[in-house]
């Protein structure tokens, strides 16, 4: 968003002519996109996507329709053309962290990996890293390893599902107020998927995880996922199905169906 369209949209959503920052909604509207690829890929949406600070949210919708790209606009982690037709309003205040499906380890120690992106020296607190890891289920032979002065390769002493979960792991360490998340819950068991989606849901609630600030204190957390899972789904607070075909729609929780999945 331009600097006019983003002041315009400050000034209606301020209150008695005085802006609330905690209140600002998340806010996609009339989405168009375009991959200047070999093959140009355009991607068109109709409809609004808007959610307040604070929620878990969550993107449903067959594979291919945009799910992915909707998450990288939200989290920053592509931009867009002047001329293209995209309008995402994302507080600028707001620090966000953006999760890619792949798990990136550089040769550094695991604690270094982990407090990775720490802005907060209690944030990155080695005992407060522990808790969030051992909150996410990942090993004690894993956890252990936190000690450790070694620089080793991890993404090749790791499995899959350490590596995955180390990944989520970190992005709450780092404690941003916007978390953009790429299928947090897949590839795991059911019991794994239990205790991601319970972290997710103390981030937003809570207002971080394993915070070290007065409640009072903290800015309002918000996640936003993408989620191929019905029941994850209809847990979460606001559920939005994307399609090319029908654009972005608001769905109740309670209506998630596997038909809306594929």
Avoid at 60 to 79: A, F, W, Y
Avoid at 111 to 124: K, Q, R, Y
Avoid at 188 to 195: E, G, L, P, R, S
Avoid at 232 to 256: M, Q, W
Wanted: with cysteine; hydrophobic share 40%.
């Amino acid at each position: 968003m331009n600097i006019l369209r983003g002041k315009a949209f400050l000034q209606e959503n301020a209150a008695d002519g005085h802006l609330l920052p905690d209140e600002l909604p998340i806010y996609v509207t009339e989405l168009s996109f375009e991959y200047a690829t070999v093959l140009t890929k355009t991607l068109n949406f109709c409809g609004i996507m808007r959610f307040q600070q604070g929620s878990l949210v969550t993107i449903i919708g067959p594979m291919g329709q945009g799910k992915s790209t909707l998450l990288k606009l939200v989290g920053g982690s592509i931009l867009w053309r002047e001329s293209q037709d995209v309008k995402v309003f994302v507080p600028p205040h707001l620090r966000r962290v953006h999760v890619p499906p792949d798990c990136v380890l550089f040769d550094g120690t695991l604690l270094e990996n982990l407090t990775f992106g720490c802005v907060s020296p209690a944030d990155a607190d080695r005992s407060r890293v522990e808790r969030i890891c051992s909150k996410m289920g990942i090993g004690k032979n894993v956890i252990d390893m936190l000690d450790s002065t070694e620089k080793l390769t991890w993404r090749q002493m790791l499995s899959n599902t350490q590596r995955r979960l180390l990944n989520l792991a970190r992005a709450l360490i780092s404690n941003p107020e916007l978390l953009v998340i790429h299928s947090p819950m897949e590839a795991f068991t059911d019991t794994i998927q239990v205790q991601v989606l319970a972290l997710l849901r103390e981030f937003t609630n809570h207002k971080g995880v394993e915070s070290h600030s007065e409640f009072e204190l903290r800015r309002p957390r918000t996640c936003f996922i993408s989620c191929n899972h019905v029941q994850n789904a209809r847990l979460c607070d606001k559920v939005f199905h994307v399609c090319v075909t029908s654009g972005i729609k608001e769905i109740p929780a309670a209506e998630v169906s596997h038909e809306l999945l594929t």
